[in-house]
């Protein structure tokens, strides 16, 4: 991504490469800010980062920018240069290539799966299968589908709330977000753009447009034989309905008018990785849930079929928050918040640091970044062993934490109240 901008007490913007290009400049830009924590603002997120002024004078006299908060770095977008992190979430294992890598201006995904089909006239099969020489071989990405879904939730701001978001945060507010930060990415160093597709909010009078734009994503997913390939599109959407239908399942999505085919065998596979449902039946979601599907244009007697070849789903909290989820206690702790007027962030695995405390909420509204967490399968004596080791890390690092036991109290705790301007 492009350097960001700081914003000075004084409301200036200045980028940050140039803040950065001599002693002179930090001298010039920071030193007037020294000691007064919070009153410079890291721009690469919308509501701006809160960061530090410090001074030190060796090995050289110099001013420069700090975290607030040991957990801070991991809020600044990915790219970032104040991003300083590890993340163990976003690399792949040993011998492949980082799942989330940053080239120039772009996010690069490296997603375990092929970007187009071959046509058989190329006499090759899926973009994986080409054959390479030794020379040319290099490990394979291992990176799943989820972390698309993530990287695109955490760069769009939707796993943030704040008190002032509060009605204001309806899909069309979603989707166009999600459709800015996939012009911003590639999936193995191809443009995303052209193969993604996230339905605008249905309405009657821009029907001939939102036609345009889903006939133009779908032209993308066609054969071309000039280049013996037919691409894979990826549709970002919110389940509204799973139907039984000759044998196999479909998948409906709000805003989409197309149904999403997928095989019975392939669908009990997904229900049962993603979704708390029973795969052999209907289903309407109660609550919202974001997904990612992979799929492949398979047209049929005049008619425009998608077949799924891959899937990942995010569970929401609720359709005016859109905060991520991972059970029911952490939907109703999410919900409470939001009812109490708290600001919050979730963290998502795409974003673990190296220490391995991925806590299900952050308290962004203290100074002590309070971390919240929502225990399950106390009883279970392995899951029980890990919450303690967590927990002595989490007094190993001073952190302030906070957690519900559901199955001892079926309410939550009291939380720690916020702090007002946080510094």
Partial sequence: MPTPLIELPDRRRIALSEIERSREHRAHYLGPSHGKAGDVLCLCRSEGIQMGVGHRSVPHDTYYLYPLHRSDPARHALGCPHRIVEQSGASADAGGPPVVEIRGDRINLNLAAPLYRALPASGRGDADEEPKTERQRAPAPRGGLRSLLEVLWSQAELNLWRPAFARKRHYGVVSHRLREVAATLQLRACDLAPLLYV????????????????????????????????????????????????????????????????????????????????PRQAFTPE??????????????????????????????????????????????????????????????????????LLPDVILEDRADRTHLEVLGMMNHAVYAERWRQKQARYEQLGQALWWWDPQATPQPPPLPPAQGRVT
């Fill in 287 to 356: 609550h919202p849930i974001a997904f990612v599907a992979r799929v492949e244009r398979a047209d049929a007697a005049r008619e425009i079929r998608l077949e799924v070849r891959d899937f990942a789903a995010l569970p929401l909290s609720d359709g005016s928050s859109w905060i991520p989820v991972d059970s029911g206690h952490e939907r109703q702790l999410v919900q409470s918040l939001v009812a109490a007027h708290r600001a919050f962030r979730k963290p998502l695995a795409i974003e673990e640091q190296s220490d391995g």
């Fill in 199 to 278: 339905p605008p909010p249905y309405r009657p009078d821009r029907e001939e447009e939102l036609r345009a734009g889903r006939d133009q994503w779908l032209a993308n997913l066609t054969q071309n034989p000039k280049n013996g390939r037919q691409w894979y599109g990826y549709l970002v959407g919110i389940v509204k309905h799973v139907e039984q239908q000759d044998g196999s399942f479909v998948l409906r999505c709000a805003h989409f008018p197309l149904p999403l085919h997928i095989a019975a065998k392939v669908w009990e596979q997904y229900a049962d990785a993603w979704l708390d449902m029973s």
